[in-house]
């Protein structure tokens, strides 16, 4: 609405200068509501009990915005959102690494048998093989867990070291490997799917 005034000003004149920056501030608001809603959900996640870990999915969001999703993705500013929370996690000593994305919705957590495509109005995961029944994102994040579980286990300090220490100086997040217990390990996804 704004930005429809905006287009019926004379460019340079002073209505068109106040319009502007009527719009100008108006996103302003936006971007800042929506910087802030994405510290609180990340400290949310942090915050919960026993949060040791948190793993997402290292996903390319440009190609995204590019394909099927559209422009969804960048519109919630998912990678600003992720940023967001691995700050906070470097903040409150949780640990907190990306994983390989491809075909975690395809996969069984249970008996790690590929389960095939789904599209996205499939809410439901159901395994052929092992019988395994879940709600989809749940499944999903049962996965990223696991390959999160691994890259630490497989790559050892190393792995952690290059997820969690991309861009942030300082040494703190050492402490969060040795306090990080096996049985506070949480998968993340997304902002849903924290209750595992
Ligand atoms: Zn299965």
Avoid at 103 to 111: H, K, N, R, V
Wanted: glycine letters at 6%; proline letters at 2%.
């Amino acid at each position: 609405m704004l930005q429809h005034r905006l287009s019926r000003k004379a460019k340079r004149s002073r209505n068109y200068e106040k319009a502007r920056s009527k719009v100008a501030k108006h996103q302003n608001n936006i971007a800042s509501a929506r910087k802030d809603y994405h510290y609180k959900t990340a400290h949310h996640l942090c915050s919960s009990k026993d949060v040791g870990m948190i793993f997402a999915e290292d996903l390319n969001l440009k190609a995204m915005s590019r394909g099927m999703l559209c422009k969804h993705t960048l519109d919630a500013a998912f990678g600003q959102f992720l940023n967001i929370l691995k700050f906070v996690c470097w903040k409150k000593d949780v640990f907190f690494a990306k994983v390989n994305p491809n075909g975690t919705s395809q996969t069984c957590p249970m008996c790690l048998e590929e389960t095939g495509k789904k599209d996205l109005s499939q809410r439901i995961h159901y395994c052929q093989f092992c019988g395994y029944k879940t709600d989809r994102d749940h499944a999903a994040a049962e996965v990223i867990r696991q390959r999160g579980i691994e890259l630490i286990s497989t790559q050892g300090l190393c792995g952690m070291e290059t997820a969690c220490a991309v861009g942030l100086p300082g040494a703190r997040e050492t402490s969060s490997r040795s306090e990080a217990k096996p049985d506070s390990r949480k998968g993340g996804r997304k902002t849903r799917n924290t209750q595992l």
